[in-house]
């Protein structure tokens, strides 16, 4: 019997995923969000159903991280996880041994699902495929709604691609190589959160009124808001520190989609980082020099051949001989110290634009809203993610401190220029 | 009635609070809003439950952290022994050291794996260790393998089959089980014994070790007796209970 049982699908961890593992903690995960809420309450056996169909379309999904002896790696499972109830406390740490393995979690609350990825499974584009896949089987189900599919809602009744599981950064690494050296950037510090809740501010505002002023300075939304962004640490910074000369860097981290540059349908990771920012040492800057800087650092290293050099860099690292032959413990070691030295610790702050979901008619006429949430991060303490749908630009500050500094900055600023905000959060009563 | 007459915003940042905040999350100000007093209470856009975080050590972390300091004394013996010596020999039960601390304390903390092979692999590093005691000290091989071997090989299986006893998923009652560990105990010291009887090339009818073995022998009876007694046993589990 056991002879003829099927030897269990297992895939190596992505380029991107590698670090992931060896910096998780008892206390911290790398994990984001992705969230719809629908007109009606969402029901559990239905959402149940829903599941096993989209993890049957998308196995990618059903990988459980397992301990090799010299890497991690991703073992597929027939077992479905559970669906959870949601908490006050989103993206709080995902203890792997209590989620059966999985890395993934599906959530829901009042009319809302929820799922929450640990990064070592995709990134924000796939997770939105998933979610949009789940919710529109969820509504097939519950109301017989005839979804049209397409590469972002993909069809259940049809055979995975091994494509959507390939790992992109090895196919489109190069040749050339460059150091990961890069200035520090200042951390904005305050007081622990106790039981490690995770404070959630939701700032929405009108999609057009954003692009309408982004449109006026002649950038982008994503550019418009790392300037405000930047600017916000910057007078945190200046309020804090009281000597010019301690002064360090502030430094936004913008993920880029390689998708966008690259041909790629992977659904694993397949993102990059640039890091737009200014040196306050040199004195006050307007917010039309930021612009500037933001708009041309991007336009500058979000090209073809520089993110190549980037993912060759990392690619080239994960190939390396005796790195490779290091015993995982103590290479877990290793990336944790390397982590500390080229991870957060080169930005104060993260804004990931995931840009405008774009549903049918079909299914957009039951969901409401759509969010995006990113984890803590491990070093920096508040970090933003920001989803447009249905003309609303949510943007949702996560934070592990108990002072709203950043966000009150960021969403007075935003006022200022004449942008209205709305805010809502997980604030305790 | 519209909608503008219901928007709370904060005096403070400026911003639109939604209807469900209490107060603005971004400066703690209160929402007053005389228009909303009767309002039904808006649900709130997360639930109350908070998952709370357990702040425990990371203990595979903290092992693989030591396990690499244990390079540093091993370097330095092995450095010294160069410098002195001009070549590798008593620091090898440095390394023959470390490596049975390591198998013994700190492996099971970094690797997860079947018991029966964590004894296995301190079995062997205990013989390594032996091992290189025998060559460096150019002893005979009489009390390697026929005292050293025998009884680490009888350790390694007793704390086997202890691990086994104290498993929470072991079936056994537990007063069974502490007969079991001490009938082993006594059994474990006669063994010692006659090994030390076979080195010496002396075997004879135990004597010393028969100290040890009839106690071992009584109290596991009397447990036995005890576990037959439920009135007996119960009091026992109440005042022992942790």
Request: aromatic residues 10%; glycine residues 4%.
């Amino acid at each position: 019997m056991s002879k003829n049982k099927k030897p269990t699908k297992w895939m190596k961890l992505d380029n991107a995923a590698l670090i992931y593992p060896a910096t998780m903690n008892r206390s911290w995960t790398a994990l984001f969000r992705l969230s719809a809420t629908l007109t009606e309450p969402i029901d559990e056996d239905i959402l149940e159903v829903a599941q096993k169909r989209t993890l049957r379309r998308l196995p990618w999904f059903a990988y459980k991280l397992k301990r090799g002896l010299f890497w991690f790696y991703l073992e597929h499972s027939d077992d479905l996880p559970k669906i959870e109830q949601d908490v006050a406390n989103p993206c709080v740490r995902m203890r792997l041994s209590e989620n059966e393995g999985f890395c993934m979690r599906v959530r829901y609350y009042q009319n809302r699902i929820a799922v929450e990825f640990f990064h070592v499974l995709t990134d924000g584009t796939g997770g939105q495929v998933f979610l949009q896949t789940l919710v529109a089987e969820y509504l097939r189900l519950k109301y017989g709604a005839n979804i049209p599919r397409s590469e972002k809602i993909l069809d259940c009744s049809e055979e995975p691609k091994p494509e959507e599981a390939e790992d992109s950064f090895a196919k489109h690494s190069g040749r050339i190589t460059q150091t990961r050296k890069e200035v520090k950037a200042y951390h904005i510090k305050g007081t622990d959160e106790r039981n490690g809740f995770v404070h959630i501010i939701t700032g929405s505002m009108n999609a057009q009124d954003v692009l309408a002023k982004a449109k006026e300075k002649g950038v982008s939304a994503t550019v418009y808001l790392t300037a405000v962004l930047i600017l916000s640490v910057d007078a945190i910074q200046r309020r804090k520190v009281p000597s010019i000369h301690n002064y360090k860097p502030v430094k936004v981290s913008v993920p880029v989609n390689l998708r966008n540059v690259f041909h790629s349908k992977t659904l694993r990771n397949f993102a990059n980082y640039v890091n737009p920012g200014i040196d306050p040492r040199l004195g006050e800057y307007t917010f039309d020099e930021v612009l500037n800087i933001v708009h041309h650092t991007l336009a500058m290293e979000v090209t073809e051949k520089l993110l190549n050099v980037k993912i060759t860099t990392n690619v080239r690292s994960e190939q390396n001989t005796v790195l490779r032959l290091t015993p995982l413990f103590i290479k877990n070691m290793a990336l944790k110290y390397v982590y500390s030295q080229v991870g957060d610790a080169l930005s104060s702050t993260t804004i990931s634009n995931l840009g405008v979901a774009k549903l049918p008619e079909e299914m957009a006429q039951y969901v409401r809203r759509m969010d995006f949430i990113l984890g803590p991060l491990a070093d920096n303490r508040v970090c933003s993610a920001a989803l447009t749908y249905n003309g609303r630009l949510r943007i949702n500050f996560t934070r592990t401190i108990a002072e709203p500094w950043l966000e009150r900055e960021f969403f007075t600023r935003l006022v200022k220029l004449g942008i209205p905000v709305k805010v809502e959060s997980n604030q305790r009563e | 009635m519209t909608e503008v007459l219901f928007m709370s915003y904060c005096v403070n940042c400026g911003v639109e609070l939604q209807k469900s905040e209490p107060r603005c999350p971004l400066c703690g100000t209160e929402v007053l809003n005389p228009n909303e007093r009767d309002e039904e209470k808006p649900i709130r856009p997360y639930p109350a439950h908070v998952e709370h975080l357990d702040k425990t050590v990371d203990r595979r972390y903290m092992a693989s952290f030591i396990s690499l300091l244990m390079l540093i004394p091993l370097f330095t013996a092995m450095l010294a022994n160069v410098l002195v010596s001009k070549q590798i020999t008593w620091s090898y039960l440095v390394l023959g050291g470390e490596l049975v601390l390591f198998t013994v304390f700190l492996l099971p903390m970094i690797a997860r794996m079947p018991k029966v092979l964590y004894m296995v692999i301190d079995a062997v590093a205990v013989g390594v260790l032996l091992l290189l005691i025998r060559v460096l000290t150019k002893s005979s091989w009489d009390w390697f393998l026929l005292l050293g071997l025998p009884i680490t090989a009888l350790t390694a299986l007793m704390c086997w089959f202890f691990s086994l006893m104290a498993d929470e998923k072991c079936k056994i009652p537990v007063l069974v089980r502490f007969t079991y560990a001490l009938t082993c105990v006594g059994l474990l010291v006669v063994a010692i014994e006659f090994f030390i009887g076979l080195y010496r090339h002396a075997i004879a009818w135990p004597t010393w070790s028969l100290y040890v073995l009839f106690p071992c022998l009584v109290l596991a009876s009397s447990l036995l007796i005890l576990n037959r007694r439920a009135r007996v046993k119960e009091e026992i589990r109440k005042r022992f209970y942790f």
